[in-house]
Each structure stands twice: as C-alpha cells, then as structure tokens.
C-alpha cells in the first residue's frame, strides 16, 4: 500500500470481486465489487451503481478464518459486534489490503487525537485552559505591587 504522504484523500487502494455470505437461511455467497479507500469498503452488486458502504470507524477489526487452494476466508467485526463474512481469491488481498488501511485509518485518528491533546491552551478535552490567577494576581500588575 502507498504512503500516507503519496495518497489523496478518497484514492482507491483496491477494486476488485470479492464475495459476501449473505444473511439468509443458506447463507449463500454473493459476488460483489468492492471498491477500497482510506476510509472505507463500499459494496456494489452487480451492476448497479449504489453501494453499501462499511466506514473504517465503525470497524472494530478484520479477523482471517481460514486460507484454502482457493479461497481466503474472513470476517470483518464492527464496533457493534456485528460479524459480515468474506471470502476472496488468494491472490486477491483483500484481508491483508483491508487490515492495512484500517491499521492506517486507526493511527491517523489516534495522531490527530494526540495532536489535539497537544495543541498549546488546550486541554485533554479540547476546551482552553483558564489561568488559576486573576489579571489583578499576575506578576509585574499595578495592583499586586500595592
């Protein structure tokens, strides 16, 4: 995958087939395009143009099941523990690509976060900090010299 640096906002990583057990009785597996970002997996079904789209924030993690000749079994759980099985060629990468960018997207948000932490007259929150002393309590002040 391609450096932070080297990437635009919205690039795609990877587009391709990969496919999705559906959520019915026989659990049949769906043929889907997948379309890879910085931020998420959109979904296309054949040959519409909607999507479903799963954004990185709401994916807790990618876990690989099981590798066969052909296929390349995994799960995606999301922040609400909600499990959407995947399977994809060998040769394909999906997991790896989607465990890489979702690696990614959790450490932009967690330096943005430090970042914000850090940022001068600011708190853990965000809120400016106040300082303890009244103007008529700061050093070389008319007032204080009284």
Known sequence: MASKLMMNPG???LEGELEKRSDSLFQLWKKKRGVLTDD???LFSGT???AKELRFHSILKVD???HTRKYVYFTIVTTD???IDFRCTGESCWNASITLALIDYQNRRALEGFRRHLE???NPRGRVKQ???SPADAPGDAAALR
Do not use: A, H, Q, Y
Request: negative net charge.
């Open 120 to 122: 001068p007259g600011t």
């Open 81 to 83: 523990f909600k499990e």
């Open 64 to 66: 690989c099941v099981e």
């Open 40 to 42: 998420s997996l959109r």
């Open 48 to 50: 519409s143009e909607r």
């Open 11 to 13: 690039e795609i990583l």
């Open 131 to 133: 300082d303890p002393r």
